[in-house]
């Protein structure tokens, strides 16, 4: 599996959340999903069927399918192909919405350098039962093809993601996490902090 791409697009005062991965030669499919306002207002789908079995030259021609993907999609959202959504009548919290609340259990050790390890729990809402089988994605805001990682919740509604930020990640930039099952999505966004030293 390669790793994909995730792009913040901006149209006039709109955000858009591009999002190309690929599900594995198991499936042997790429999936681009474009969202706005914590809604999926696009998605792309293309299979590489024909590429497997996939030897070793082949992984430069999958990546070349993700990229032009990605980038065509992009270029959709920058033509206005998708309306954004409504905005909703009442703001949604933080780290709450389309249903879904996530939180950050470990925010304050999550970060050793330039490795993060996520203890993440989504639940139905705010004070509900974990959402067991919902998948979390961590990316940094703004950042064009900054890394991401993934990973799916337990029977508890929880998931551990390992991810070693970007090069260029600095303090007090912006970390999401999205969680999403089904029609419903959570989000929750934080900032990186700059460690202050302790008094001798």
């Known amino acids: 599996?390669?790793?994909?791409?995730?792009?913040?697009?901006?149209?006039?005062e709109t955000v858009y959340h591009v999002q190309t991965e690929d599900r594995g030669e198991s499936?042997?499919?790429?999936?681009?999903?474009?969202?706005?306002r914590g809604r999926?207002?696009?998605?792309?789908?293309?299979?590489?069927?024909?590429l497997l079995?996939?030897?070793?030259?082949?992984?430069?021609v999958l990546q070349g399918r993700i990229d032009g993907q990605h980038n065509a999609v992009i270029?959709?959202?920058?033509?206005?192909?998708?309306?954004?959504?409504?905005?909703?009548?009442?703001p949604a919290k933080n780290g709450e919405l389309a249903g879904l609340s996530v939180e950050l259990v470990n925010a304050k050790e999550w970060l050793a350098g330039k490795q993060g390890h996520l203890q993440v729990t989504v639940r139905e809402k705010q004070n509900g039962p974990g959402m067991a089988g919902a998948k979390v994605s961590a990316w940094m805001e703004g950042r064009a093809e900054s890394s991401a990682c993934s990973a799916q919740t337990g029977?508890?509604?929880?998931?551990?993601?390992?991810?070693?930020l970007p090069l260029n990640a600095?303090?007090?930039?912006?970390?999401?996490?999205?969680?999403?099952?089904?029609?419903?999505?959570?989000?929750?966004?934080?900032?990186?902090?700059?460690?202050?030293?302790q008094p001798a």
């Open 1 to 12: 599996m390669l790793f994909g791409h995730n792009t913040d697009v901006k149209v006039g």
């Open 27 to 36: 499936t042997a499919v790429i999936d681009t999903t474009v969202y706005c």
């Open 40 to 50: 999926v207002v696009h998605r792309s789908t293309s299979n590489y069927q024909d």
């Open 53 to 60: 079995p996939l030897p070793p030259e082949g992984q430069a």
């Open 75 to 90: 270029e959709k959202v920058r033509n206005g192909e998708f309306p954004a959504p409504a905005a909703a009548n009442v």
């Open 155 to 164: 029977s508890d509604g929880t998931a551990r993601l390992d991810w070693e």
């Open 170 to 197: 600095v303090p007090g930039a912006a970390v999401i996490l999205e969680a999403a099952h089904g029609n419903a999505k959570g989000q929750l966004k934080f900032y990186l902090r700059t460690k202050t030293k």
